[in-house]
């Protein structure tokens, strides 16, 4: 079992920056993928970032490349996504998952989500 807390979150002007955490605790959490998603209203969920158990390797969606920093410690059990030059479009609730595969296998955990809003 795994389980993940997430902070961070809120409101920011466009342009401005973010950074969400996700607090990893339970069995063998550095052996776990870990992504990030974020679903708009009346959209579908979708893949934002995500990095790998070792944290060798990292992904990027396009929808964020260039704007979006994922890194993970962990020491410390936890993922941090850095967002930057945040756009409207970027409004959503974000979350957290775990994946004991790749970073593009099934999710085994999902963190609780949380609110970014972007106003221009």
């Known amino acids: 079992q795994v389980h993940l807390e997430q902070s961070g979150g809120g409101l920011v002007q466009a342009g401005g920056s973010l950074r969400l955490s996700c607090a990893a605790s339970?069995?063998?959490?550095?052996?776990?993928?870990i992504d990030w998603f974020r679903q708009a209203p009346g959209k579908d969920r979708e893949l934002v970032a995500g990095?790998?158990?070792?944290?060798?390797?990292?992904t990027v969606s396009g929808i964020v490349k260039g704007r979006a920093i994922i890194s993970r410690d962990n020491a410390k059990n936890t993922i941090t996504l850095q967002m930057n030059n945040l756009e409207p479009e970027d409004t959503a609730v974000y979350y957290c998952?775990?994946?004991?595969?790749?970073?593009?296998?099934?999710?085994?955990?999902w963190g609780q989500g949380t609110q970014v809003t972007v106003s221009s």
């Open positions: 339970g069995r063998s959490v550095s052996s776990y993928a």
């Open positions: 990095i790998s158990a070792s944290g060798d390797t990292t």
């Open positions: 998952a775990a994946l004991s595969g790749s970073i593009w296998s099934q999710v085994d955990y």
